[in-house]
């Protein structure tokens, strides 16, 4: 596409070769990582650390794209809540967002200027790889040169186009005219800077002043390199303007103030006070669980606004990593307590929001799908056994109980379903029942019966779920994952002194499914308390479905379910699904028995009711 000799080239085949994407995919995912290992190697507590990375990732994102957008893009923004499709982006306006967001943090998470720092090195490296997807993509190019260190472009480039239209070259011309490679400058310049801060890596500087430093010298730099850059390639203040003799574009004029600005910041804070005046280790930040999880419930609510329209696929799954890995470590903080101790709310809440994130971090535009509504309601019931001993030696005499459970489950759920280029589907469901059981208190050396009850005990679940499935082609590869929770009082946790106490119950679990395969032939699938499932036996799956020569409408899936038994907790299940032609009614039938105390059974029947498509008005 490139080359520095200007009269060759590397040619793109149709010049739509997307360069730039995996680039930026790759310096995105390179900067995360290296965040992460500087705030491990700070001793920075990770639950905070990574609400940090998660505001400060999704703020350099729209930074980016805010900066770069048009008048007339910004009135619509404005007006009509909408995010415009442009495609430009500017890295100066990620870095001022995202240092204004820290600044904001900073005192709230309990961090140190020193933070700041952290980013510095991270950035430059970044910036580094992500210049190579410039050069290669043609963006950001320069001015024609007659230089031998030009770089010519195949037709359809950016630079080709830009010297086509203003008639530089002819329509018909093999390449564009060498150019200046300001990609390749940009380049070097991040790669020095970065050496410089690995350099300066010990000097005992005061917090923040790194980061200053390399955002002065890039600063700087780039308004050395936009005297050799074309305007055609740069998307923000590339208007000219004459001031006392100096001829610069807008953008050149805000960084002749900034650049200065911000080095002789640098080297005010180096001079304020000697160096042994800075203190040596960096003051780490106290874990804020309520803060953290209000951060992150107020990103639900911006990535929910966004959607796709502003966020490419690989900026959701960022988001996504991020805000389910502070919600889980949250949940792990809050369930490493004593049984006692544990309040499920305090569980329950995290977990609640990472499903949020699932279903608001994957929006997609209401005019692109084909969206219905299923309704379903069912009951089941199921019974197991347990022998339990407790007791012995200094804790007092060894007893044995014995707890026969029946119990049975009644419940609903409502589902949407999105079909677009992947299948989406969200859903709640709500359930309710009791379990009879039958308890028998035993002397172990003898047999002999002590004591015998029974009592019936209400259970209830809260069910939310999100189901995602790929793209289904006839003989084709496809998978699918379902991720939810189950809320409530979901199963009895046996204990010896059931008879004199209040029983126990598990109250919060996951609902966890994956599929792979050839959906119509044969997939592989294992999923855990799914639905109804989750209640009264709470029960895990691993079998073989096969959609019976059709995408969707029937399945049959046949393995080996796992649930809690005195004995063995191993049965043998079929399952399926079976949609009545066109009346929108689908029967799903379960059954699964060890063929001794331990068996379910369930059935539900659904009705699913298209939904029309919002009609957008033209004004």
Same mark, same amino acid.
């Given at each position: @596409?490139?080359?520095?000799?200007?009269?060759?080239?590397?040619?793109?085949?149709?010049?739509?070769?997307?360069?730039?994407?995996? /680039?930026?995919?790759?310096?995105?995912?390179?900067?995360?990582?290296?965040?992460?290992? %500087?705030?491990?190697?700070?001793?920075?507590?990770?639950?905070?650390?990574?609400?940090?990375?998660?505001?400060?990732?999704?703020?350099?994102?729209?930074?980016?794209?805010?900066?770069?957008?048009?008048?007339?893009?910004?009135?619509?923004?404005?007006?009509?809540?909408?995010?415009?499709?442009?495609?430009?982006?500017?890295?100066?306006?990620?870095?001022?967002?995202?240092?204004?967001?820290?600044?904001?943090?900073?005192?709230?998470?309990?961090?140190?200027?020193?933070?700041?720092?952290?980013?510095?090195?991270?950035?430059?490296?970044?910036?580094?790889?992500?210049?190579?997807?410039?050069?290669?993509?043609?963006?950001? /190019?320069?001015?024609?040169?007659?230089?031998?260190?030009?770089?010519?472009?195949?037709?359809?480039?950016?630079?080709?186009?830009?010297?086509?239209?203003?008639?530089?070259?002819?329509?018909?011309?093999?390449?564009?005219?060498?150019?200046?490679?300001?990609?390749?400058?940009?380049?070097?310049?991040?790669?020095?800077?970065?050496?410089?801060?690995?350099?300066?890596?010990?000097?005992?500087?005061?917090?923040?002043?790194?980061?200053?430093?390399?955002?002065?010298?890039?600063? $700087?730099?780039?308004?050395?390199?936009?005297?050799?850059?074309?305007?055609?390639? *740069?998307?923000?203040?590339?208007?000219?303007?004459?001031?006392?003799?100096?001829? @610069?574009?807008?953008?050149?004029?805000?960084?002749?103030?900034?650049?200065?600005?911000?080095?002789?910041?640098?080297?005010?804070?180096?001079?304020?006070?000697?160096?042994?005046?800075?203190?040596?280790?960096?003051?780490?930040?106290?874990?804020?669980?309520?803060?953290?999880?209000?951060?992150?419930?107020?990103?639900?609510?911006?990535?929910?606004?966004?959607?796709?329209?502003?966020?490419?696929?690989? *900026?959701?799954?960022? @988001?996504?990593?991020?805000?389910?890995?502070?919600?889980?470590?949250?949940?792990?903080? $809050?369930?490493?307590?004593? $049984?006692?101790?544990?309040?499920?709310?305090?569980?329950?809440?995290?977990?609640?929001?990472?499903?949020?994130? !699932?279903?608001?971090?994957?929006?997609?535009?209401?005019?692109?799908?084909?969206?219905?509504?299923?309704?379903?309601?069912?009951?089941?019931?199921?019974?197991?056994?347990?022998?339990?001993?407790?007791?012995?030696?200094?804790?007092?005499?060894?007893?044995?109980?014995?707890?026969?459970?029946?119990?049975?489950?009644?419940?609903?759920?409502? %589902?949407?379903?999105?079909?677009?280029?992947?299948?989406?589907?969200?859903?709640?469901?709500?359930?309710?029942?009791?379990?009879?059981?039958?308890?028998?208190?035993?002397?172990?050396?003898?047999?002999?019966?002590?004591?015998?009850?029974?009592?019936?005990?209400?259970? /209830?679940?809260?069910?939310?779920? +999100?189901?995602?499935?790929?793209?289904?082609?006839?003989?084709?590869?496809? !998978?699918?994952?379902?991720?939810?929770?189950?809320?409530?009082?979901?199963?009895?946790?046996?204990?010896?002194?059931?008879?004199?106490?209040?029983?126990?119950?598990?109250?919060?679990?996951?609902?966890?499914?994956?599929?792979?395969?050839?959906?119509?032939?044969?997939?592989?699938?294992?999923? +855990?308390?799914?639905?109804?499932?989750?209640?009264?036996?709470?029960?895990?799956?691993?079998?073989?479905?096969?959609?019976?020569?059709?995408?969707?409408?029937?399945?049959?899936?046949?393995?080996?379910?796992?649930?809690?038994?005195?004995?063995?907790?191993?049965?043998?299940? +079929?399952?399926?699904?079976?949609?009545?032609?066109?009346?929108?009614?689908?029967?799903?039938?379960?059954?699964?028995?060890?063929?001794?105390?331990?068996?379910?059974?369930?059935?539900?029947?659904?009705?699913?009711?298209?939904?029309?498509?919002?009609?957008?008005?033209?004004?």
């Amino acid at each position: @596409m490139a080359t520095f000799l200007p009269s060759l080239h590397w040619a793109v085949p149709a010049a739509h070769a997307d360069y730039y994407t995996p /680039f930026y995919v790759l310096a995105s995912g390179l900067n995360l990582v290296l965040l992460l290992r %500087e705030g491990w190697r700070r001793g920075y507590p990770m639950r905070s650390w990574l609400v940090v990375l998660a505001c400060s990732s999704l703020a350099f994102i729209l930074g980016t794209k805010l900066l770069a957008l048009s008048g007339p893009e910004w009135q619509q923004l404005l007006t009509t809540g909408r995010w415009p499709a442009a495609g430009a982006r500017s890295v100066l306006g990620g870095a001022l967002s995202g240092t204004l967001l820290l600044l904001l943090l900073r005192r709230p998470l309990g961090f140190s200027w020193q933070m700041f720092d952290a980013f510095a090195l991270p950035m430059c490296l970044a910036l580094t790889v992500q210049c190579v997807g410039c050069v290669l993509t043609g963006c950001c /190019f320069g001015e024609a040169t007659a230089g031998g260190w030009g770089l010519t472009y195949a037709p359809g480039t950016w630079p080709y186009v830009a010297q086509v239209a203003q008639g530089a070259i002819s329509a018909s011309a093999a390449h564009s005219l060498p150019v200046h490679p300001t990609q390749l400058y940009t380049l070097l310049l991040c790669a020095g800077v970065g050496a410089l801060l690995l350099g300066t890596r010990h000097k005992p500087w005061p917090g923040g002043s790194r980061n200053l430093l390399h955002l002065g010298l890039l600063l $700087a730099g780039r308004w050395l390199i936009e005297f050799w850059r074309d305007a055609a390639g *740069e998307p923000v203040g590339a208007t000219v303007h004459e001031h006392s003799g100096l001829v @610069m574009n807008e953008l050149q004029w805000v960084l002749l103030v900034l650049a200065p600005g911000l080095l002789g910041l640098w080297i005010w804070q180096l001079r304020r006070q000697p160096a042994t005046a800075y203190p040596q280790y960096e003051k780490l930040p106290t874990v804020r669980p309520r803060l953290n999880l209000l951060a992150v419930a107020l990103l639900l609510l911006v990535t929910g606004w966004l959607g796709t329209s502003a966020l490419s696929l690989p *900026e959701i799954l960022v @988001m996504k990593a991020l805000l389910l890995t502070v919600l889980v470590l949250e949940a792990g903080a $809050a369930l490493r307590g004593s $049984a006692k101790q544990l309040r499920p709310t305090r569980v329950a809440l995290p977990l609640g929001l990472a499903w949020v994130v !699932f279903v608001l971090t994957s929006q997609v535009p209401a005019d692109s799908t084909t969206t219905t509504l299923e309704i379903t309601a069912g009951a089941g019931n199921g019974a197991y056994f347990e022998d339990v001993q407790d007791g012995g030696g200094c804790s007092g005499p060894l007893t044995r109980t014995t707890y026969d459970h029946r119990y049975a489950v009644q419940g609903a759920t409502v %589902e949407l379903h999105k079909d677009n280029a992947r299948h989406t589907t969200f859903g709640v469901g709500v359930w309710r029942g009791r379990d009879k059981i039958a308890y028998q208190i035993l002397d172990p050396p003898t047999g002999t019966v002590l004591a015998v009850a029974d009592s019936s005990l209400a259970l /209830f679940s809260v069910n939310p779920y +999100v189901e995602f499935t790929s793209a289904l082609r006839p003989g084709k590869l496809g !998978f699918g994952y379902r991720t939810g929770l189950q809320l409530g009082r979901l199963h009895h946790q046996g204990r010896t002194n059931s008879l004199t106490e209040d029983p126990e119950f598990q109250k919060v679990s996951l609902d966890l499914g994956v599929w792979a395969g050839v959906r119509e032939k044969l997939y592989v699938q294992a999923d +855990v308390n799914q639905g109804g499932l989750g209640v009264g036996n709470p029960t895990a799956r691993l079998s073989l479905g096969s959609g019976l020569g059709q995408l969707d409408g029937r399945h049959l899936l046949l393995g080996m379910a796992f649930a809690e038994n005195k004995g063995s907790s191993k049965m043998g299940f +079929v399952s399926g699904s079976l949609r009545l032609g066109q009346t929108g009614i689908t029967f799903y039938p379960y059954a699964a028995t060890n063929f001794a105390r331990l068996h379910q059974l369930h059935l539900r029947v659904g009705y699913r009711i298209p939904l029309p498509k919002p009609v957008r008005v033209r004004r």
